[in-house]
């Protein structure tokens, strides 16, 4: 059974920084694209980033300049670095792969459960 797991949320202030993490576990014959979404409360969710197997991103305009995201591939992994993070910033963060994965072979939207992110002074 394939599954996500987000870690690195937590409260921080404004202008500080943050390091999501997501780490895949279980049989995955390829991964595609990588992600992260977001969601505020009493908004919908939103993208963040995405990432694909070749290294090509597209940001939110909202977080371009101050987020990064990266993969390692060996891993299963996907990296979010938040910096200058601002109040707006404060929701579920949630990771996303789409990917191949074994037991039976099938193409598969996969996301995590969710980490807070909360920006407050």
């Known amino acids: 059974q394939v599954q996500l797991v987000e870690s690195g949320g937590g409260l921080v202030q404004p202008g500080g920084s943050l390091m999501l993490s997501c780490a895949a576990s279980?049989?995955?014959?390829?991964?595609?694209?990588m992600g992260w979404y977001r969601q505020a409360p009493g908004k919908e969710r939103e993208l963040v980033v995405t990432?694909?197997?070749?290294?090509?991103?597209n940001y939110a305009d909202s977080v371009k300049g101050r987020f990064t995201i990266s993969r390692d591939n060996a891993k299963n992994t996907v990296y979010l670095q938040m910096n200058s993070l601002k109040l707006e910033d404060t929701a579920v963060y949630y990771c996303?792969?789409?990917?191949?994965?074994?037991?039976?072979?099938?193409?598969?939207?996969?996301w995590g459960q969710g980490t807070l992110v909360t920006v407050s002074s």
């Open positions: 279980g049989s995955f014959a390829s991964i595609n694209s």
């Open positions: 996303n792969y789409n990917a191949w994965v074994f037991g039976p072979a099938s193409y598969r939207e996969l």
């Open positions: 990432i694909t197997g070749g290294g090509s991103t």
